[in-house]
């Protein structure tokens, strides 16, 4: 079985990232983009507080629904849209292999 999913990640300033993400560490989106040094802060600590790890989905994945706390965040948040989704509710499983995403400006 393999350990690690390959995501595609856009920066603030356009560069595409392909990242490897390992499936053992029950990490989420924010933290691997926080480990790849990719330009998410994460201020909150992955508690659905602060948006600065919100993305937008490009790739077509079926992904979880949003829980109540990452809706409420981002119905605060600048930048939102239709793909919105806050990288620390996001957890890395085998289900997002090929994942892109952009990271939304802060």
């Known amino acids: 079985m393999n350990k690690d999913i390959k995501l595609n ?3 603030r300033k356009g560069k595409t990232h392909i990242i490897q993400a390992p499936l053992d560490m029950n990490l989420n989106l924010m933290e691997v983009c926080k480990m ?8 909150c600590g992955g508690m659905a507080m602060c948006s600065s790890c919100q993305c937008y989905i490009i790739s077509d994945h079926k992904l979880p629904d949003k829980n ?4 409420a965040m981002l119905s605060e948040s600048f930048y939102v849209k239709k793909n919105s989704r ?3 509710q996001l957890f890395i499983t085998s ?4 994942l892109e995403i952009k990271i939304a400006p802060n």
């Open 68 to 71: 109540e706390d990452e809706i």
């Open 9 to 11: 990640i856009i920066d």
């Open 36 to 43: 790849n040094n990719i330009g998410v802060e994460g201020t």
């Open 86 to 88: 806050l990288g620390c």
């Open 95 to 98: 289900e997002l292999e090929g």
